[in-house]
């Protein structure tokens, strides 16, 4: 798609420029040709277009058509990489888990490695070639071909200044798809989750996809070293994480390890560290309640936030229906994500049992 868009503005500027160098018909055929092999022809049409008053030429036809093919060739795979990346986020926005999240960057670096080379080695080779092939002593100066006697001065938008513009404008189109496909995406993403709410007076069909309910999961192991075992309740929040690769959830867990009660937030992207402290200032927020500020200890990877006073945050998230957790992103503004922890009362005796009364 990127590319029709790209090599279509740059074919309706061969067109204009065609015409405006007395190309006649022939200037349709290259209009046809940049859109169809764009990274080939258009090169060649610039190497060979007549020229206008005031526009010189250096160096043969071979130099010419192998210095404009690196040049159009770096803007290709420049505007390449950057649709690769809006696409990529869009794909990875909806992965909850680490190694999902693993897997996306170390295909990102191969995708990212493969563009490189596809540019690297293509451009070198022309420019090594072209220089070869260079010959200083053939020099055009305009007016030339059906020019000749025609007193058509250059301007801007005939040069790479006009080229320039229409690889910014091609850009711009680029990332209007982009934002447009992920709105289209996002619209039919609500609209789902619209058709799956059920009301009170209405009976859902057997076909229509069930909204995900995200509910309090228990999960109980025994350490290998002291046979003790570390019980824990997590529940995935309602509002997604924006990271480095896409957004993703994060998870609040309340649980007993080592015989001592702990809540955390698993937040999945690094806190904002703040100079001087060893804590991170968060915001919390239950149900109607004002938003009361706080400061949590942090993990060693700063992607994870410990309460201060675990058992006091666990009376106060059994006797909730929604609790809200800001933090601030490193490098980014502060971020506020939802859990709805109604049912964690009905939860609590696996974390008790292992901790005692709590």
């Not at 990346?85 to 909850?96: E, I, N």
């Amino acid at each position: 798609m990127w590319y029709l868009v790209l090599y279509g503005i740059f074919a309706l500027w061969v067109l204009q420029d065609g015409l405006s160098r007395k190309l006649a018909a022939s200037a349709a055929g290259w209009t046809l040709g940049t859109l169809l092999l764009g990274p080939i022809i258009l090169p060649v049409y610039l190497a060979k277009r007549p020229l206008k008053k005031g526009e010189v030429r250096e160096g043969g036809t071979a130099w010419n058509m192998l210095k404009n093919f690196a040049v159009l060739w770096t803007v290709l795979m420049g505007i390449a990489g950057f649709s690769a990346m809006m696409k990529v986020g869009q794909a990875t926005s909806t992965l909850d888990s680490d190694a999902a999240r693993a897997g996306a960057g170390v295909g990102i670096l191969l995708g990212m490695g493969f563009l490189a080379a596809l540019w690297f080695f293509p451009t070198l080779g022309a420019a090594v070639l072209g220089f070869l092939l260079k010959k200083n002593s053939i020099v055009e100066t305009g007016p030339t071909g059906p020019l000749v006697g025609q007193n058509s001065e250059a301007g801007f938008a005939n040069g790479w200044g006009g080229l320039a513009v229409c690889a910014i404008v091609g850009l711009i189109a680029v990332m209007v798809v982009g934002r447009t496909e992920k709105a289209s995406t996002v619209s039919r993403a609500s609209e789902v989750g619209s058709s799956s709410e059920v009301g009170s007076s209405s009976v859902p069909d057997a076909t229509t996809p069930a909204k995900t309910v995200h509910t309090w999961e228990l999960s109980e192991k025994s350490d290998p070293m002291d046979g003790k075992k570390e019980t824990s309740l997590s529940l995935v929040s309602e509002d997604k994480v924006e990271g480095f690769i896409g957004s993703h959830s994060a998870y609040l867990v309340v649980r007993c390890a080592k015989g001592k009660p702990q809540v955390f937030v698993n937040l999945g992207v690094p806190v904002e560290p703040e100079y001087g402290s060893d804590t991170y200032g968060v915001r919390v927020k239950f149900d109607d309640e004002a938003a009361a500020k706080s400061r949590w200890d942090g993990s060693t990877n700063r992607e994870a936030l410990f309460a201060p006073a675990p058992v006091k945050l666990m009376r106060q998230l059994e006797q909730s229906q929604v609790f809200l957790f800001e933090f601030t992103p490193f490098q980014k503004r502060a971020t506020a994500i939802k859990f709805n922890v109604a049912g964690l009362r009905e939860k609590l005796a696996p974390i008790a049992a292992s901790c005692g009364a709590i």
